[in-house]
């Protein structure tokens, strides 16, 4: 390993970008360092395009100093990734260890798989959904469009044999093995041949990636004889002595699983492992919300990691909102004090010590001891009558994972890193569908208890909204076009609702083309457009004003703002209302998505979909919430969450403090198993330490 020489600080020198405003900090080194603060405040922005960037050599977007940063030293920064991106490999394959065996070992590749480690397989109870029918009959509707043009070559479908009458030999040739005789390739033939790499749900619907049983996810041939002794060895060449241990635990159960099989939290740790095997001694190393979604049992494993690395003289900084995590930190710097236009300040920096003296809500919130008051989880008042329940299989466990919750309550599934918590609420949300077609999506979800009692679910994922320009506030909550009638509208029609959008070329502006900046050539500087003067707008356009403001002007509007202004118009002023609700009463209408921050962006997707008319008897159902959220964001967020819940039902997959000790009922999942569902007010005291510590 290479050994850099560190000065004992970093100095950080009138930072501005995005929101910063003029921010300087000393940044002690071999710390770990946590960057704290609510949601837009300004913590990414520091900590990825100020302190990394020029650390790395990159550019910095409105940087008006060119030596912002004061002995820089080499870094490495790990932003969030919440999907894991459809390669077909196995993590072995991921982290390098089949290339290390056939390079260094002078192994071959398996033929079977190419040296990937899995292979897609066939789900044949998502194929055949009616196997006590006739064949083309047994089918997956998706199915039955495929085979169409097999249907004049073949003979498998001109008798009427019934699937489950079928011998083993008969139904393998029909799925696999094929008959020549019949003119039939096999099912899982035409399937693959039919269906587009690119086609994620149609290949997630009918396969499934396992590991390859010819060298048993490994990749390479012989691989009976390469055990965990050789996966320990390629660690000992890749990471730092003291991580070899800690890492080997977290992935000797894992590396031989296809990477789409690994759940989010384990994917988060398999990215993690791969950065530290590019750390070298005296780096900085910055992570953002590394712990989001974590029980508190494995944030200690990644906290004994970062130890770990501080002991090899790195700098560890997290951007951070889990106390746990904050309290074990070395030293704090806190932005604030609000997000977006209101935030861009650093409020405090310094030690751990200094900082429990530090007066600021957030300050209090974090340094709040979750069991001092029993009264506040005790004292609930929860009696449920009516309960909903679901039976599924989880990930590599045997048997079934039954769980039963109260219907017009907030229950909560927490548990460890897979043990099966958005896989739960995922067949939640399948058990309840409703609609034609309804009964494909549930194959798979077993004694579903209550269906009649739910009207529908609705589904709010983790999946990010889109980061583009043209991707603001008002058009993801689907707004915009009400704006843009009543300025069409104003006019008496004299222009039409489409010029009133900034991205068709009538009305937006000619030189930006409606995005209100431009960008130099490679695309790292932004500017505002001069032309437009960053109002998207042509001059034509811009000109039309309705109560004094051109509709670029009212794109400038803050939510808060934007409900005054539009209070004659009942279903914008709705909308607007959900956003402020969840506490983003200071973003902008036109504010690009690709400027939001994680916490954000986060509450402009549950805004959008709480905000639906729904009525009555929906169960929402939301996985990981708090994800990007200070513990004084989520109070706004468990606010609403609470105000739902008396008419509708309200599930959370989360393990973030806040919403476990918020919710009605506790669900804790350990390894495909329920260990406990109750009520919150009988959650015994070492279950909910293993939950969200002290």
């Known amino acids: 390993m290479v050994k850099y020489k560190v000065d004992t600080h970093i100095t950080v020198k009138n930072g501005t970008y995005n929101n910063l405003k003029n921010v300087s900090a000393i940044i002690p080194l071999q710390k770990l360092i946590s960057l704290v603060g609510k949601s837009g405040s300004g913590k990414s922005s520091f900590g990825f395009d100020i302190l990394y960037k020029t650390c790395a050599g990159l550019n910095v977007q409105d940087q008006s100093e060119e030596n912002i940063v004061i002995n820089p030293i080499p870094a490495i920064a790990l932003k969030q990734r919440l999907s894991i991106p459809n390669r077909r490999i196995s993590v072995s394959k991921y982290l390098g260890i089949s290339d290390y065996l056939h390079k260094d070992l002078s192994e071959d590749f398996c033929s079977k798989c190419n040296g990937q480690g899995i292979v897609l397989t066939l789900k044949e109870n998502h194929c055949i959904i009616s196997p006590e029918k006739k064949l083309k ?60 790499d690119q086609e994620d749900v149609l290949l997630s619907m009918f396969f499934d990636y396992s590991p390859c049983k010819t060298c048993s996810g490994v990749g390479i041939k012989n691989s009976s004889k390469y055990n965990d002794r050789f996966v320990k060895k390629f660690l000992e060449n890749s990471l730092f002595s003291k991580l070899v241990d800690p ?32 750390v070298d001694c005296g780096m900085l190393v910055i992570l953002d919300e590394p712990t989001s979604g974590m029980s508190n049992h494995d944030t200690k494993k990644l906290l004994n990691i970062f130890h770990t690395l501080i002991s090899y003289n790195c700098t560890v900084i997290t951007i951070e909102h889990l106390p746990f995590v904050i309290r074990q930190s070395d030293y704090i710097i806190e932005f604030g004090p609000e997000g977006g236009s209101l935030g861009g300040f650093i409020t405090f920096q310094g030690s751990i010590n200094r900082y429990i003296s530090h007066d600021s809500p957030l300050k209090k ?39 039963r919750f109260p ?6 599934i927490c548990g460890n890193i897979a043990s099966g918590k958005s896989l739960t609420v ?64 104003f006019t008496n029609n004299k222009y039409t609702v489409e010029e009133f959008s ?12 409606g995005k209100g900046y431009q960008q130099n050539k490679n695309k790292r500087y932004f500017k505002k457009c001069s032309a437009c003067n960053g109002l998207r707008y042509n001059s034509a356009v811009s000109n039309i004003k309705y109560e004094n403001l051109s509709i670029g002007q009212v ?140």
């Open 137 to 196: 009959a047994s089918l997956h509707p998706n199915i039955k469009a495929i085979i169409t043009k097999w249907e004049k070559k073949t003979k498998v479908f001109k008798s009427n044999i019934i699937f489950n009458d079928m011998n083993a030999r008969e139904k393998d040739e029909f799925l696999y093995s094929g008959d020549t005789e019949k003119k039939w390739p096999g099912l899982e033939i035409i399937l693959l041949e039919s269906i587009d």
């Open 247 to 278: 890492v080997f635990s977290i992935i000797k159960q894992i590396y031989k699983k296809p990477l789409q099989r690994l759940s989010l939290g384990q994917y988060q740790f398999l990215r993690i492992i791969a950065m530290l095997m590019k």
């Open 426 to 489: 995922d067949a939640i949300n399948r058990a309840f569908a409703k609609g034609p077609g309804a009964w494909i999506i549930r194959i798979g979800v077993e004694n579903v208890e209550g269906r009649n009692k739910i009207r529908r679910p609705q589904y709010i994922d983790q999946k990010p909204i889109g980061k583009n320009s043209t991707s603001v506030p008002v058009t993801y909550m689907g707004i915009m076009i009400a704006i843009r009638e009543v300025y069409a509208n």
């Open 365 to 403: 919130s974090i340094f709040a001891n979750y069991q001092s008051n029993p009264n506040k989880i005790l004292n609930k008042n929860i009696n449920p009558r009516s309960f909903l329940g679901v039976s599924l299989k989880v990930g590599d466990y045997n048997g079934d994972l039954k769980i």
């Open 555 to 694: 794109l400038q509007l803050t939510v808060t703002e934007a409900i005054s202004f539009f209070h004659n118009f009942p279903y914008i002023v709705r909308k607007l209302t959900f956003l402020e609700n969840t506490g983003l009463g200071y973003i902008t209408l036109g504010q690009s998505s690709n400027f939001l921050s994680g916490g954000e962006s986060q509450r402009v997707k549950i805004a959008k979909h709480l905000s639906k008319k729904l009525g009555d008897r929906t169960v929402y159902l939301l996985d990981t919430p708090s994800r990007g959220l200070s513990l004084l964001d989520t109070k706004h967020l468990t606010h609403i969450l609470h105000e739902f819940s008396p008419k509708n039902t309200i599930v959370t997959a989360d393990n973030h403090p806040h919403f476990v000790l918020e919710a009605d009922w506790i669900i804790f999942i350990k390894k495909g198993r329920v260990t406990y569902q109750g009520t919150v007010n009988n959650v015994p005291k070492i279950l909910l330490s293993e939950i969200i510590g002290t």
């Open 502 to 513: 900034f991205n068709n070329s009538s009305g937006q502006c000619p030189y930006c083309k």
């Open 407 to 412: 219907e017009k309550k907030w229950t909560c």
